[in-house]
């Protein structure tokens, strides 16, 4: 029997989006971390995968992180990409270097922001928990002191009285970017225990935040792959809640006109 790094749990489940012998693309609901750690060893994304792909993963190794090309907060929901065999990873792992890889969130904030288009483009900092903190983890500031962080984003939908959906392309990948940046500029996402008021993140039983869309060429055929995830039934139950429309419903043809917007006015001005 084989022996692996990484505990199988066949028992956590997830969606499968996209699989071939080279990658996976899985889409984890809120609530369920992506890999082990502090008080989640054997129920996490990482463990199932294990279940299902645990000797192809065991090869690649802790040197390629068991195949995990980037994270999700434990309470984001939405789409994850695996790589399944070593050529696979590198060539994947370069894309994300390069930032040549599109990853698309669906936040439900309180208000929306001043411009309907914009960009985000300041540096954050990772903050360490204090010392005998048992269990607590890392946060992020808005700092001088950090690492440089930029988010493109654009209102998909507003309703004065109650919040507003933005859609939001992080081009740097620092940890909690999406829910600090737009924190900053006065649009905390309902449920967002960690930065929004308190009375912002009671409106929500959960982070109403959704890693909607991967955008990325297939590190073996070179074809360019979408892959999309609707919105989760809890989310929709919220934007129910707040008279909001779903993301997931779009307009024909305009879609891919909208995400080039954001892509071009990330180049451009900051939001203040």
């Not at 082990?36 to 090869?59: I, K, S, W, Y």
């Not at 288009?117 to 990772?126: A, F, K």
């Not at 935040?209 to 073996?220: D, G, Q």
Request: hydrophobic content about 35%.
């Amino acid at each position: 029997m084989s022996t692996f790094s990484v505990q199988p749990n066949e028992r956590v489940t997830y969606a499968i989006e996209y699989e071939d012998e080279a990658v996976v693309v899985v889409n984890k609901r809120s609530g369920l971390a992506t890999q082990p750690g502090l008080g989640h060893e054997g129920d996490t994304v990482l463990n199932g995968l294990f279940a299902r792909h645990g000797t192809r993963l065991q090869q690649l190794g802790a040197a390629r992180d068991f195949g995990l090309l980037h994270r999700l907060d434990k309470a984001t929901s939405g789409l994850l990409v695996v790589a399944l065999t070593r050529a696979a990873y590198d060539g994947l792992r370069e894309q994300f270097e390069n930032r040549k890889i599109g990853k698309f969130y669906w936040a439900v904030c309180s208000r929306a922001p001043k411009k309907p288009v914009g960009m985000i483009n300041r540096p954050l900092l990772e903050v360490e928990p204090k010392a005998g903190s048992y269990g607590e983890k890392k946060t992020a500031k808005i700092s001088p002191k950090g690492k440089a962080a930029v988010t493109a984003y654009r209102v998909l939908s507003e309703n004065p009285r109650t919040g507003a959906v933005v859609e939001a392309k992080p081009l740097t990948g620092r940890l909690h970017q999406v829910r600090v940046h737009l924190e900053s500029i006065g649009c905390p996402i309902f449920g967002d225990s960690i930065y929004a008021p308190t009375g912002v993140a009671r409106v929500a039983s959960r982070l109403a935040l959704h890693s909607h869309r991967l955008v990325f060429t297939h590190p073996i055929s070179g074809e360019r792959m979408d892959i999309r995830a609707g919105c989760p039934r809890d989310l929709k139950t919220l934007l129910s809640k707040l008279d909001l429309p779903r993301p997931d419903v779009r307009v024909e043809g305009k879609d891919e006109e909208s995400h080039k917007e954001v892509a071009e006015d990330a180049e451009g001005g900051e939001e203040d």
